[in-house]
């Protein structure tokens, strides 16, 4: 490998791992920012989903940006982005201003993103692509696993401000290396329909500010109807401009593979579950009253599978196919989201065992899914059908937010109601959650079994898709 090549794979990990670590190093700091700018449960819950949110509405735009401009200048310009951004979230007086300046980060990641695979593609050909795309995401995933523990000592050493500002370091670093090593990668003229694009944005931000602000209000009221008239109008106008468009961002057609219906369905509802995250990391603290450096231990946990575990899963599908480790998968996060709904208040062992379980369970189910989706999908439509892939997962998480907050409250006020302690109802609620969670991964288990086993009786349309690729 020449000098020049490892130099721009210096420039993508940096890159990477701050978006990685960002994404895990923030709910451990939520109790102490919820307190320190004085801001409700719901408007914590607003730091994470704007900025998932923000990612998923602007991922399209990132990656067309990328294809019209270059993906070195989309890739320099988001991480700049991002990391102005970060600025931003750290300087926040006010809750409104750490939400806005957070979904700002969003924009920044979705311009990233779509980047990074490109980047590594063209700068790395043949075979040797895949050890560095493994080499990068390992790097990335040990900061992911490691935010909660960095952001657990900044938050309790220092201040919570800091989770935020050192990302300019690693950002400065980036932005230098990638400017004079990183290569021009061709541009594309790609067309996109915007249309669609905007029928999207309406319903992924109708569907959400219903689940996450709905709470709070009345069900006959104006706030309500309107909210899901819209979610309800715009996704039928969007699903019904998909099927007839010639360049779609979501190939309808791609659904009637059995197999790419599976990976879907694993891969949309486990990342849902896996938002799980940010509640158990408010919730080791404000409930079970560990410290924000020992909850950042106990959650770290939980990413030790996601770790380590990959190469077991790929080995295993490599091995038996698929349904065999994606099986295992789901039975341990199934079992760890029923182990934690019996045991609400666990020991510190069996908690981290249970978050261990959990770890390795997630890593099982994803790894296999995405190695199945690329050998699934003809070659004609794999910038779509991982575009796809990409756009369901992210919105998934962004709904996990929104809907795990929104049962919870429901449970945690009914408790309330029948002159419960603060404690008790949030240590109901923790334990309805997680038994509601492993009812929809038993769900899920049953839909990608049957859906594994089921054969696609038709041959994918070979056209390209071009709102993705």
Not at 73 to 98: K, N, P, Q, R
Not at 441 to 458: D, E, G, P, Q, V
Request: with cysteine; hydrophobic share 50%.
């Amino acid at each position: 490998m020449d000098f020049r090549k490892i130099l721009s794979l210096v420039a993508i990990i940096p890159a990477q791992a701050m978006i990685f670590a960002d994404q895990s190093i923030l709910p451990v700091a939520l109790p102490t920012i919820r307190k320190s700018l004085a801001a409700s449960d719901l408007q914590a819950e607003w730091t994470i989903n704007s900025y998932l949110l923000f990612t998923t509405l602007f991922s399209i735009i990132g990656g067309k940006i990328a294809d019209r401009f270059g993906h070195r200048f989309t890739f320099i310009l988001g991480i700049f982005l991002f990391a102005t951004a970060s600025i931003l979230c750290g300087l926040s007086v006010h809750i409104d201003m750490l939400i806005a300046a957070r979904a700002f980060q969003g924009i920044g990641a979705a311009f990233v993103i779509p980047s990074l695979q490109s980047l590594i593609a063209f700068v790395f050909p043949g075979k040797s692509r895949g050890k560095i795309v493994g080499l990068s995401t390992s790097v990335a995933s040990l900061f992911g696993i490691s935010g909660p523990l960095i952001g657990g000592y900044l938050t309790e050493e220092l201040s919570w401000h800091w989770i935020f500002w050192i990302n300019w370091p690693l950002a400065l670093f980036s932005i230098v290396i990638s400017f004079f090593f990183l290569p021009q990668t061709p541009k594309q003229k790609t067309k996109i329909d915007y249309s669609a694009t905007i029928l999207f944005m309406i319903f992924a931000t109708s569907a959400t500010i219903l689940f996450m602000d709905g709470r709070g209000w009345n069900i006959f009221s104006i706030a309500t109807i309107g909210s899901i008239i819209t979610t309800i109008v715009s996704l039928y106008f969007l699903l019904k401009k998909e099927k007839k468009s010639p360049h779609p961002f979501l190939d309808l057609s791609l659904f009637k593979n059995h197999t790419f219906k599976a990976i879907n369905i694993s891969i949309a509802l486990t990342n849902f579950t896996l938002m799980l995250g940010m509640f158990r990391a408010m919730y080791f603290q404000t409930t079970l009253g560990y410290s924000p450096s020992q909850a950042g231990l106990i959650t770290f946990s939980s990413g030790l599978g996601l770790f380590f575990m990959p190469v077991v899963g790929g080995f295993l599908s490599d091995r038996f196919g698929p349904k065999i480790p994606t099986s295992l998968g789901y039975i341990f996060v199934i079992a760890s989201c029923i182990w934690l709904g019996l045991e609400s208040t666990p020991a510190i062992v069996p908690l981290v065992a249970s978050l261990i379980l959990f770890g390795i369970g997630i890593s099982f189910i994803f790894n296999p899914s995405y190695t199945t989706a690329m050998k699934s999908l003809p070659p004609s439509k794999l910038g779509i059908g991982l575009g796809m892939i990409s756009t369901i997962r992210t919105f998934s998480g962004t709904m996990g937010i929104a809907m795990i907050g929104f049962g919870m409250s429901i449970v945690a006020n009914h408790a309330l109601a029948k002159h419960a302690t603060a404690r008790i109802a949030s240590i109901d609620s923790f334990s309805f959650i997680h038994f509601a969670m492993a009812a929809l991964m038993t769900i899920a288990f049953m839909l990608t079994l049957i859906f594994y086993h089921r054969k696609s009786k038709h041959n994918l349309p070979e056209f390209p898709g071009e709102g993705w690729d």
